[in-house]
Structure formats: structure tokens, C-alpha cells
């Protein structure tokens, strides 16, 4: 595989895409399936060879849009991810719901198959016990865990044949849980991939936030995007990105806003500007926001 501009080296000589787009809401109105393929193309023409999908998104339609998104594509050059639901992560179910993801998205593996998010119902051995057995299969080439806290990771590592390879948690300006826990330290110190999901925040009226795009909503961030003439957007994702080991994924459809996010990866931000988002930016939350209320790291 061939490295990119987005692309950062793993310990093991590999690479990892920084970037990757995100699936989650596509295909719940069947007017936009051409356009969300389309939009999943252009990414992927502008570079971002990561998808990130999970058969908990649509039941499964994001997954098909995804393999339509990609079927012309070369798919060694692509980085192809899901997750398995939280109910089918045991021995009994986990292989026909990886086979339904790989028929769904035309793959024969998955580069990264993920916990969608840790069930204690689900002894941790049994569910490594079956990731165990899909990498020997080379169903799946790496191992990861999404919406898991330390003690969790733990857990698996202790049990898995391999190293956990990727943890994915909601963490951005506002949402800091990962960092606050524990999270993102221990990935660091374990040669874990940490990727942020909802990195620039969807604006909630339940929770009375704003999104990072705004302007207006948080004046600490529109003096910092001022003084780069940068978008509120552009310094959200650099703030993430400027992090030892921090990736992301992200949703647009708008070609703009894709330039924006790329664009943003490597921007120049004095660290003493970035120390200040971190220090004091007006709004951090201890636990990140879900569709279904506050939901913490387990």
C-alpha cells in the first residue's frame, strides 16, 4: 500500500490512514443512496482511503453503500472497516455477521473489524476467542474496540492472540472523556490507534451545544480561526490531529468542506494557540454525547 499525505507510520513499518470518512446515518432515506456513494467516491478520489462503516448503521444499507462507494476502486489501496453490533459480538453470531458485512460491502476481509461498543452480557474471552479465530481465517487483518474504556481494553489484551490494533471513542474539543479516563494515554503507551469519531461536534439542542463549525458559538475558537484565517472547523480537526497518535473520521457531503478537513491535517498552529483549546476552551464534557443521552466508556 502505497503511502499518502494523510497517512501516519504504525510500529510495525505499516501505514494507517489519519483520515477516514464515516458512514453512520447513511442509508436511512433511500433518495440519497446515489448521492451518499457518490460523496463516499469523492473522498476517496481526493485521498481518503479509510470507510468506516458498522452493520448497525442502517442495518447494514451503510455497509452496501460503502461497497458500491468502492467497487472501482482498487481495494488494496483502500482501508475498509466495520463493527460487529454489541448483541453479536459471541462465537454463536459473530461469524454470519461478518459474512453479511463482507457480502454487503463485495470484500473478502476487512482491514479492521471493531466491538461497536463493549456488552457486559458477553464474556470478554468469548468474544476474543472469536476475533481470534477470524484473524486466523484472514477474515479480518487487525482487531479493534470502539467506545471502550481502559479497564476494558485491558481485558481483551490480556486474551486476544494479537495486539489490540485501533480503539475508537467520540473526542473533540468540547467531549473528553478518552483523555480524561485514561484512554488516550494508554493507547499511546500500548502502540494502539486512537480515532476520533464526531470530531467537530453535531450541535445538539437536547444537550445545548453548538457544533465546532459554528461561528459565534465559541469565541475562544473564532479568535484562533481568525488569526489563521482558518475556518472554526479547520482548527477543531488540527487540534486532533497535532496529538501523538490521534486520527479521525468524519462525515460531509460537501466537496468544500472535504478540501477544509484534508487541508487541516498538517495546518500550522502555534502550540502555545493549541495549548490554549486544550487549557481552556469555555465548554469540556467528561462524557461524550449519543444519540440516546450520555453514554460513558466502559
Known amino acids: 500500500m502505497v503511502k499518502k499525505q494523510t497517512d501516519i507510520l504504525l510500529p510495525d513499518g505499516s501505514y494507517m490512514p489519519r483520515l477516514g470518512q464515516g458512514t453512520w446515518q447513511m442509508g436511512e432515506d433511500d433518495a440519497q443512496y446515489d448521492r451518499e456513494i457518490a460523496g463516499l467516491r469523492h473522498g476517496i478520489q481526493e485521498g481518503i482511503r479509510m470507510l468506516d462503516t458498522a452493520e448497525m448503521y442502517a442495518d447494514g444499507k ?15 489501496d483502500l482501508y475498509v472497516v466495520s463493527k460487529v453490533y454489541p448483541q453479536n459480538a459471541n462465537q454463536h453470531r459473530i461469524y454470519s455477521s461478518l459474512e453479511r458485512s ?26 476474543a476467542a472469536a476475533f481470534n479465530e477470524l484473524i486466523k481465517q484472514k477474515m479480518i487483518k487487525h482487531v479493534g474496540l470502539s467506545n ?13 492472540d494479537v495486539p489490540i490494533f485501533a480503539a475508537q471513542c467520540h473526542y473533540n474539543l468540547i467531549v473528553r472523556e478518552p483523555e480524561r479516563k485514561g484512554v488516550l494515554k494508554y493507547c499511546r503507551e500500548n502502540n494502539i490507534h ?36 482558518v475556518s472554526n472547523a479547520q482548527v477543531a480537526v488540527r487540534w486532533l490531529t497535532a496529538q501523538e497518535n490521534v486520527g479521525l473520521i468524519f462525515k460531509t457531503g ?45
Open 254 to 298: 460537501n466537496p468544500q468542506h472535504l478540501r477544509e478537513i484534508i487541508d487541516a491535517v498538517d495546518l500550522w498552529i502555534d502550540p502555545a494557540d493549541l495549548k490554549e483549546l486544550t487549557d481552556h476552551f469555555p465548554r469540556q464534557e467528561d462524557v461524550g454525547f449519543t444519540t440516546n443521552g450520555k453514554a460513558p466508556l466502559i
Open 62 to 76: 451503510a455497509e452496501n453503500i460503502t461497497g458500491n462507494a468502492i467497487k472501482h476502486f482498487c481495494r488494496e
Open 102 to 127: 463482507l457480502k454487503l460491502i463485495g470484500t473478502d476481509y476487512l482491514d479492521l473489524y471493531y466491538v461497536h461498543k463493549p456488552n457486559p452480557a458477553i464474556p470478554v474471552a468469548e468474544t
Open 148 to 160: 471502550a474504556g481502559v479497564e476494558t481494553m485491558k481485558q481483551y489484551a490480556a486474551v486476544l
Open 194 to 229: 486512537f480515532i476520533a469519531w464526531r470530531p467537530i461536534q453535531l450541535p445538539s439542542e437536547k444537550f445545548n451545544i453548538h457544533g465546532l463549525f459554528e461561528k459565534g458559538a465559541y469565541p475562544l475558537l473564532d479568535q484562533i480561526a481568525g488569526k489563521y484565517n
